[in-house]
């Protein structure tokens, strides 16, 4: 008898397919938007089927899909970290389609130039990143971030008051606990000699061309610097040396180990 039932079964077998397509409803279909019957199927669907059903969209670049079809599975389950994950990486891939289609078009590409000088001002160092930041300053003007980077590259290069100035313009745009203990940091250190009055302007001046200090920052600033008392030649010199008083060492005797001969030093 087994054998007989054996033999009925191998027509039925060999009629059903190898591995049926996931999700009938939905696999017939690649247009963008989800059918009403495909968006059931998929809600009443396990993560698995879910899964299998959106990889020839994917191989096919049909994004949009892909993700219709991930974002009706996680509505039934939102937290489902399988889901989450591979929308996550359709998203980017997405993403990255759009940017290559763009550039390959040639628009935006002022955005693109924006976005390399954005990367160079807050990932590089030194005179170029510097001058990325001021190249990405000159199309967004008072953005905090790019003031900040600016800072630090000059106070890396030893300006230290375009630092300030940098430092100061970030902090009335975005209040920070990390700028603030920045500025305070400059403003204790020991500043250089004080420069000469033309060399003082010729910074505040350069400051204000550049964008990090407003109109009104730099006319205050010049103000005080031209109404400042003029610092007297040689006179901290002065008090510096008159601060030491002469002091009597006494008399000293010079002694060599091992020889008791000693030697009187006057």
Request: charged content about 25%.
């Amino acid at each position: 008898m087994w054998p007989v039932l054996a033999l009925a079964l191998v027509p039925a077998l060999a009629a059903a397919p190898l591995h049926a397509a996931p999700l009938p409803a939905c696999a017939a279909h690649d247009g963008a938007e989800l059918e009403p019957a495909c968006r059931e199927a998929i809600e009443a669907a396990g993560w698995r089927d879910v899964l299998e059903l959106v990889e020839p969209w994917i191989r096919a670049r049909n994004y949009t899909r892909a993700l219709a079809a991930l974002d009706a599975a996680l509505a039934r389950n939102p937290r489902d970290a399988d889901l989450l994950q591979r929308r996550h990486e359709v998203q980017s891939m997405a993403e990255e389609a759009a940017w290559l289609a763009s550039r390959e078009r040639g628009g935006d590409g002022a955005d693109i130039e924006l976005a390399l000088a954005e990367t160079r001002c807050t990932r590089l160092a030194g005179e170029a990143a510097l001058r990325s930041c001021e190249q990405a300053l000159r199309r967004k003007p008072g953005d905090a971030a790019l003031l900040a980077a600016t800072g630090d590259h000059l106070t890396a290069l030893g300006r230290r008051d375009e630092a300030l100035a940098a430092y100061r313009a970030a902090l009335a745009r975005a209040p920070s606990a990390a700028l603030e203990q920045r500025i305070a940091l400059l403003e204790g250190s020991n500043p250089p000699r004080p420069a000469a009055l033309d060399e003082q302007l010729a910074s505040l001046q350069a400051a204000r061309e550049k964008g990090l200090i407003t109109p009104a920052e730099y006319d205050g600033r010049r103000a005080a610097l031209l109404a400042a008392p003029a610092a007297v030649p040689g006179a901290q010199a002065g008090v510096r040396a008159d601060a030491v008083p002469a002091v009597d060492f006494g008399r000293y005797h010079a002694l060599v180990i091992g020889i008791d001969a000693y030697r009187h030093l006057p």
